[in-house]
């Protein structure tokens, strides 16, 4: 029971490339997450899952765009990276929507040129 | 929105009891409060959630006053294994607005 995986761990990108983060869970959660933490300002909603198919945007969804595949993948793709961009990405799922107990990837560690 | 807001760190020692407070004036009717607990190079990891009153599990208690507009972490005797960044969560009542605060780094010594 691996809880939930990101790939990749670590990621270094050009100002105007596209890259997708990869998250997947194996406890059949039905809530799904993708935040961002930034030094100094905890964590920000990027987008929310409730359910295969269906898809909500957080506090911070500009320039990110997210697909769930099936229950267990929940990808998150930038387009066209910005320096703004440079974070440390998570994925989380939870068996019900907020504010069940949310379980956390490792995070990808994001630097862009 | 609820903006929520706590210290930025706090030194203890070990054995000790250690709280950590949070502020969420504008707290939803039907918001939670949830604290999580990060170590380096890791995601948060779930501690205690509450809705009002005290909240008490194995590892600490959640205190939240009658109004709800904070919230108070208390984790007993505490040791060098709980040095980590401490979040508190207020949303997730009617939808899934989550509002996080800017952490908590508790720094426990010998």
């Known amino acids: 029971n691996a809880g939930v995986t990101q790939t990749p761990k670590f990621q270094v990108l050009k100002t105007g490339q596209s890259m997708t983060l990869q998250c997947a869970q194996d406890?059949?959660?039905?809530?799904m997450y993708w935040y961002r933490q930034d030094p100094g300002m905890g964590l920000r909603l990027i987008y929310y899952?409730?359910?295969?198919?269906?898809?909500d945007k957080g506090e911070v969804p500009n320039g990110y765009n997210v697909s769930r595949l099936n229950k267990r993948e929940f990808s998150l793709r930038l387009e066209s990276a910005a320096p703004s961009q440079t974070s440390v990405y998570f994925c989380?799922?939870?068996?019900?929507?907020?504010?069940?107990?949310?379980?956390f990837g490792p995070g990808t560690r994001l630097t862009v040129l | 929105l609820a903006k929520t807001t706590q210290p930025i760190s706090m030194d203890s020692y070990e054995g000790q009891e250690v709280n950590i407070t949070c502020s969420h004036n504008?707290?939803?009717?039907?918001?939670?409060i949830t604290w999580y607990q990060q170590f380096p190079s890791q995601g948060p990891r779930f501690i205690i959630q509450?809705?009002?009153?005290?909240v008490t599990n194995e590892v600490a208690s959640l205190f939240i006053p009658a109004d709800r507009k904070s919230s108070t972490l208390s984790l007993p005797r505490v040791s060098l294994s709980d040095t980590a960044v401490y979040y508190c969560?207020?949303?997730?009542?009617?939808?899934?607005?989550?509002?996080w605060g800017a952490g908590t780094k508790l720094i426990i010594k010998p």
């Open positions: 504008n707290i939803a009717t039907n918001d939670y």
């Open positions: 989380a799922s939870s068996q019900k929507a907020p504010p069940d107990t949310q379980y």
């Open positions: 969560l207020v949303g997730g009542g009617s939808n899934y607005q989550l509002i």
């Open positions: 899952s409730a359910s295969e198919g269906t898809t």
């Open positions: 509450g809705y009002k009153t005290k």
């Open positions: 406890m059949n959660h039905n809530s």
